[in-house]
């Protein structure tokens, strides 16, 4: 028995013609959006960049002269490229698939007749049909509704279900959880309030890296210096033939042009970008593993640097579900067998919905019932006679139900405390106020001898009269099971974490508390209301003082309640504004714009697509515990790019020393871009690769970008500074050219070879291994006589192999020194 509220005529919907005329306006609900760069957009922001350009001109020159040995260089641009290109269309796509709707049809009423259609082909005034399970497809006003609830959390947040009645507004995205309804259309497509909150998460972004920010400054800084330094070195190895005529008609320009093409590639730290995205590829991958989607590479690293972690509750914390928390009896105590066999009967009346569904589940554990007790209880009531049992279903309306057993002629009614208890029992019904206060939801049961009414000329059932509380029954939200665990996790990381919710303050700290979560100080919780907050907060319009000032306000907060989506981003933008790396968790659209600002969004598995997308982690099976593993990765992307970004720009800097000192003391370019492949890839490239992939469990530390520069720049110098030496020493006492060369690489490899052992640090096994594996394939190099001739090297004589050791030790010493004094450098400053 329920109700239904009737319009005035009958509803037939749209006829054919009409909805013909509005499918030909465009008024259907149909929605695509398109994110604001292309693919073609993308390709051609990575592949025109400063570098390529210069390494591609380069490229071209080489070949052009007929230098292919020389064009190795090429492979490593073209990786580069294709890297960062499908990184970034990866990231594109995620968006392109963003789908707010989850329902894929409906049911709408044309021609007086119900129709299924895809949810694209609804359009304006349509008259739509809702039943449990659907997802309200556009925004609405009620017609009919017949004890119709829906879930609004993924839009509010608030996790109560609403009970719209005849004329009530219905918003696309929310969930049907008990009941039927017809509705009929008043925003569509694109003007749908789900599709509005969305669009903005829509826009294309990429999310902040330090790691990739600090890289691009040293490659902005090294792009301004890098064409003047190859022009100034070009025009002198130019010189050395006389003049620049002379170097034309000789054909000796081809030689000046590839030895500035050689000082330009060994400037560039062209594997670094690649290894970087290579690095956050590996750990995408490793945590696919794990069930965690890494929607943009970067992401890895950034919760590894996060030091406050704002949860939304409704579907993060907890599971969306409800349990069965306590059963007691109207004196507090413990509930008596009748009781629970009532409570067993009721979670059975009429259509499924979240309160039953919860009682019925709660009483077949061990504690209550137990499975065999439930199939007692529902037999008993059943048994010799069908027709024992009268029952009146729940009602939104009415807030209550019920069902008379003939046999004992008692009644037992449930219900909604201020419902079933007024008037009758109001020391439990304060009780059940005063439980209710803790944020938990509170159901209450009563009996009676006599059984509820029907008012005259209606068919509305009534209260039955002598009502007697039998109990109140608890219902808590269901927290996820390794929350607790997790929390505890970033606990001790230092992470700060913040319970944000469009429930009540009371609600959200109930749930909080027991999800573990404690105080930064690890006193009481301190619990606001949203409401209370600054005026400003929330508007999409905050200046800096309204930032401010809301910063200020949260600072100490652990829980916030009657939060609004707005007030959820601007709370995300404050905490930036105050110096925080702030990630934010949630599932419903209406934590998509949060998401989209905080340094790292991760989104719930079973959450809206909308926040899936815009989302930079998310966790496919909805687990907490995936988040350390993410931390863990984030550390080993850090770390281990430090060390591979000290190895390419140290490569760097005593590049850069050499082509200057040449270009300044007008001598020939010591080497040629082959020769300077077989130095970068033994001593860089492949070491680099190998320490990318290795585990690391360092902690993050500030100062990313500080801590190379402070290695790469001096260590750089002091290699640049021994090689030079080494050549001006062979070249001032007339080696052949040959020999100057040869003595050059190896000291220059030497140099690179010990870099590698300072960043490889601690020297376990298997990286002393690759260093021992990297200076023999030099030798073995250097021994046999077909790469020694494919390299333009030679076997060096005695002389030139005492010069090669003595400066090789000089070189060593003079790194490890650097070493030192950095190494005391950052332990006196921390």
């Known amino acids: 028995m329920s109700t239904t509220n009737l319009p005035e005529a009958p509803v037939t919907g749209l006829s054919a013609v009409q909805v013909a005329e509005r499918v030909s306006a465009g008024r259907t609900n149909e929605y695509r959006e398109r994110t604001s760069r292309s693919a073609a957009q993308i390709l051609r922001a990575n592949v025109f960049t400063i570098f390529n350009g210069i390494l591609g001109v380069a490229l071209v020159l080489v070949l052009a002269l007929g230098h292919w040995a020389d064009a190795l260089f090429g492979f490593v641009l073209l990786l580069n490229t294709a890297t960062g290109t499908l990184a970034e269309i990866r990231a594109k796509r995620a968006l392109d698939r963003l789908a707010v709707l989850e329902t894929p049809r409906a049911v709408v009423l044309r021609d007086g007749a119900e129709k299924e259609v895809t949810v694209g082909e609804v359009v304006i005034d349509d008259v739509v049909r809702l039943s449990a399970g659907q997802q309200v497809p556009a925004d609405g006003e009620v017609i009919t509704s017949d004890g119709l609830e829906i879930d609004e959390s993924i839009l509010t947040g608030e996790s109560r279900p609403v009970r719209p009645e005849s004329g009530a507004q219905v918003m696309s995205g929310t969930t049907v959880t008990a009941g039927t309804g017809l509705f009929r259309t008043t925003a569509v497509g694109g003007d749908a309030y789900a599709h509005r909150l969305a669009r903005e998460a829509r826009r294309y972004s990429l999310v902040v890296s330090e790691l990739q920010a600090g890289t691009n400054r040293v490659l902005h800084w090294i792009s301004w210096a890098i064409v003047p330094v190859a022009l100034v070195l070009m025009w002198s190895q130019l010189r050395l033939s006389g003049s620049i005529s002379e170097a034309?008609?000789?054909?000796?320009?081809?030689?000046?042009?590839?030895?500035?093409?050689?000082?330009?590639?060994?400037?560039?730290?062209?594997?670094?970008?690649?290894?970087?995205?290579?690095?956050?590829?590996?750990?995408?991958?490793?945590?696919?593993?794990?069930?965690?989607?890494?929607?943009?590479?970067?992401?890895?690293?950034?919760?590894?640097?996060?030091?406050?972690?704002?949860?939304d509750k409704t579907g993060t914390i907890t599971t969306g579900r409800i349990r069965l928390g306590e059963i007691l009896g109207a004196d507090g105590g413990q509930a008596p067998p009748d009781m629970l066999s009532a409570l067993a009967v009721l979670s059975t009346v009429g259509d499924a919905n979240t309160t039953a569904d919860a009682i019925r589940e709660g009483l077949r554990e061990p504690e209550h019932l137990g499975e065999q007790g439930m199939k007692k209880a529902l037999t008993a009531a059943g048994e010799g006679d069908p027709g024992r049992i009268e029952s009146v279903p729940f009602s939104s309306r009415r807030k209550w139900s019920a069902f008379s057993d003939n046999a004992s002629e008692t009644t037992w009614v449930l219900g909604a405390p201020e419902i079933v208890l007024a008037n009758h029992s109001e020391p439990v019904l304060e009780r059940a106020r005063q439980i209710a206060a803790r944020g938990v939801r509170v159901v209450a049961l009563a009996r009676s001898n006599s059984t509820w009414t029907l008012a005259p000329g209606e068919d509305e059932p009534q209260l039955p009269e002598s009502l007697e509380a039998a109990g109140i029954i608890v219902l808590i939200e269901e927290i996820r099971p390794d929350a607790e665990e997790t929390l505890a996790y970033f606990r001790l990381q230092g992470v700060e974490a913040k319970v944000i919710s469009g429930d009540s303050p009371e609600t959200v700290a109930a749930v909080a508390r027991q999800a573990g979560v404690t105080a930064p100080d690890g006193g009481e919780l301190v619990v606001l209301d949203a409401r209370t907050l600054p005026a400003g907060s929330g508007s999409g319009q905050e200046t800096d003082e309204d930032l401010e000032r809301l910063a200020d306000a949260v600072e100490g907060a652990s829980v916030l309640g009657r939060v609004t989506p707005e007030q959820k981003r601007a709370l995300v933008r404050a905490l930036k504004s105050h110096g925080h790396v702030v990630a934010m968790t949630g599932d419903g659209v209406n934590d998509a714009l949060a998401l989209k600002d905080a340094d790292l969004g991760i989104a719930m598995g079973n959450g809206a697509p909308a926040t899936k997308a815009v989302a930079r982690l998310v966790l496919l099976k909805g687990q907490f515990s995936a988040l350390p593993g993410?931390?863990?990765?984030?550390?080993?992307?850090?770390?281990?790019?430090?060390?591979?970004?000290?190895?390419?720009?140290?490569?760097?800097?005593?590049?850069?020393?050499?082509?200057?000192?040449?270009?300044?003391?007008?001598?020939?370019?010591?080497?040629?871009?082959?020769?300077?492949?077989?130095?970068?890839?033994?001593?860089?490239?492949?070491?680099?690769?190998?320490?990318?992939?290795?585990?690391?469990?360092?902690?993050?530390?500030?100062?990313?970008?500080?801590?190379?520069?402070?290695?790469?720049?001096?260590?750089?110098?002091?290699?640049?500074?021994?090689?030079?030496?080494?050549?001006?020493?062979?070249?001032l006492t007339h080696a052949p050219r040959a020999q100057v060369t040869t003595a050059t690489t190896l000291v220059l490899i030497t140099c690179g070879l010990w870099l590698l052992t300072l960043t490889a640090r601690p020297l376990t096994s298997w990286r002393l291994g690759l260093v021992v594996l990297m200076g023999s394939i030099v030798l073995l190099g250097v021994v046999a006589p077909p790469v020694r001739a494919f390299f333009l090297l030679a076997w060096p004589t005695p002389g030139v192999w005492w010069v090669i050791l003595l400066m090789a030790c000089l070189a060593i010493v003079g790194i490890e020194l650097v070493h030192f004094v950095r190494r005391r450098i950052v332990r006196d400053r921390s």
């Open 248 to 311: 034309w008609s000789s054909g000796a320009w081809r030689h000046a042009v590839v030895a500035g093409i050689a000082g330009v590639v060994s400037m560039v730290p062209q594997g670094l970008v690649l290894l970087t995205s290579v690095n956050f590829a590996t750990a995408s991958l490793a945590l696919a593993r794990r069930n965690v989607l890494v929607q943009e590479l970067p992401a890895v690293e950034v919760l590894a640097r996060v030091d406050t972690l704002c949860l």
């Open 630 to 731: 993410v931390v863990a990765e984030g550390r080993r992307v850090m770390a281990n790019t430090e060390r591979i970004a000290s190895l390419f720009l140290a490569k760097t800097i005593y590049a850069s020393l050499i082509a200057v000192v040449v270009a300044a003391t007008a001598v020939a370019y010591p080497f040629l871009p082959r020769q300077l492949t077989v130095v970068s890839s033994l001593t860089i490239g492949i070491p680099a690769f190998v320490l990318a992939m290795a585990p690391s469990s360092q902690r993050y530390r500030k100062g990313f970008l500080g801590r190379v520069l402070s290695l790469c720049v001096p260590a750089g110098i002091m290699a640049g500074t021994v090689t030079l030496a080494t050549y001006l020493w062979l070249t």
